[in-house]
């Protein structure tokens, strides 16, 4: 019933930045935490980072200091602005949030993800 859309993820080069949103969209919901996942080629799936809605937010070691994660929440909607990227960041990117529909309980939703692609 929760749908979320990436956008903003392409190709860049070394050193370079982008900013990927997700927006989430339907009715009748609340949302609590979300946050982004990154898949690289060959790896596992990796939690980038989380805000919950008070805006605490963490961040995985292989992008502190680089990778800002916010939120908009009268735009149901999580930023992720990627600074000094590095080839290694190269992945699918994944949104999620957490949200409750009416009385039920809380369920994580999933865009479809986005690719961010960093060249050498």
């Known amino acids: 019933q929760v749908q979320l859309v990436e956008s903003g993820g392409g190709l860049v080069q070394a050193g370079g930045s982008l900013r990927l949103s997700c927006a989430a969209s339907?009715?009748?919901?609340?949302?609590?935490?979300m946050g982004w996942y990154r898949q690289a080629l060959g790896k596992q799936r990796e939690l980038v980072a989380t805000i919950t809605r008070g805006s605490s937010t963490n961040y995985a070691d292989s992008v502190k200091g680089r990778f800002t994660i916010s939120r908009d929440n009268a735009k149901n909607t999580v930023y992720l602005q990627m600074n000094s990227l590095k080839p290694e960041d190269t992945a699918v990117y994944s949104c999620?949030?957490?949200?409750?529909?009416?009385?039920?309980?809380?369920?994580?939703?999933w865009g479809q993800g986005t690719q961010v692609t960093v060249s050498s």
């Open positions: 339907g009715s009748g919901f609340s949302i609590n935490a």
């Open positions: 999620y949030a957490e949200a409750t529909q009416g009385f039920f309980s809380s369920l994580a939703y």
